[in-house]
């Protein structure tokens, strides 16, 4: 079963406005990252939290972690239309190198 | 995609043909993994390996087999290929740590 699964599903906004996405995991986690996946293209690391972090900012970019919620949020401030893509969060399973990653969040940034 | 090649980029096959993807890194990482992307699942990792001739089963592994010869090479086979496994396919690499960089993906379709 997923370790990650972010919320909404797809989202659609106005260029310059912020766009947050959810994700939710099961069990207990060494760290959560994002990656972005622009159509047709692999994924791109975006940014990665350890557990005992609460907030990372990187940019325009801001993640949050809540681990006594198995939650993370991604804020992207002042959206661009460049910002339209795929948006997934990952997290290491219980065995160590596994990589598990959720259904993603598609991101529509209209101009 | 540093550093991380996968051919071919695209293939179109027939049910019951067998088929190979190869990836290649020039990065010398340990870790190497394929990946299934489909509509609606994320990715789902179908084999790993841990080092040269260290290999192991991910979520999805059926009707796939993996075998890595060398450090820089992880192939992916497919027996006998069916519809169901009509798919992107994305080979990731890992030094170890919390990092994890993907290829450019193979667009798989099985006739």
């Known amino acids: 079963s997923q370790q990650g699964e972010e919320d909404p599903q797809a989202l659609s906004i106005q260029e310059g406005e912020n766009a947050t996405m959810n994700c939710s995991y099961k069990?207990?986690?060494?760290?959560l990252q994002w990656y972005r996946q622009n159509s047709g293209r692999g994924l791109v690391h975006l940014i990665l939290i350890r557990s005992n972090e609460r907030e990372k900012h990187s940019g325009r970019l801001r993640v949050t972690l809540d681990t006594s919620k198995k939650s993370s949020s991604l804020l992207i401030t002042a959206s661009r239309a460049a910002d339209t893509a795929s948006y997934f969060c990952?997290?290491?399973?219980?065995?160590?190198?596994?990589?598990?990653f959720g259904p993603g969040t598609r991101l529509s940034v209209l101009p | 995609d540093a550093g991380i090649t996968q051919s071919p980029r695209h293939k179109v096959t027939e049910t019951g043909t067998p088929v190979t993807l190869r990836c290649h890194q020039t990065e010398n990482h340990r870790y190497m993994y394929w990946y299934r992307q489909d509509p609606g699942h994320g990715l789902r990792l179908i084999h790993y390996s841990y080092g040269v001739k260290d290999t192991d089963k991910g979520e999805v592994s059926d009707g796939y087999s993996v075998s890595r010869s060398k450090t820089e090479d992880f192939l992916l086979t497919l027996e006998s290929a069916t519809s169901s496994q009509t798919s992107v396919y994305f080979c990731a690499i890992s030094p170890g740590d919390a990092t994890v960089f993907f290829g450019p993906g193979t667009r798989l379709t099985v006739l």
């Open positions: 990952a997290t290491r399973d219980n065995y160590g190198q596994n990589f598990v």
């Open positions: 069990t207990s986690i060494n760290n």
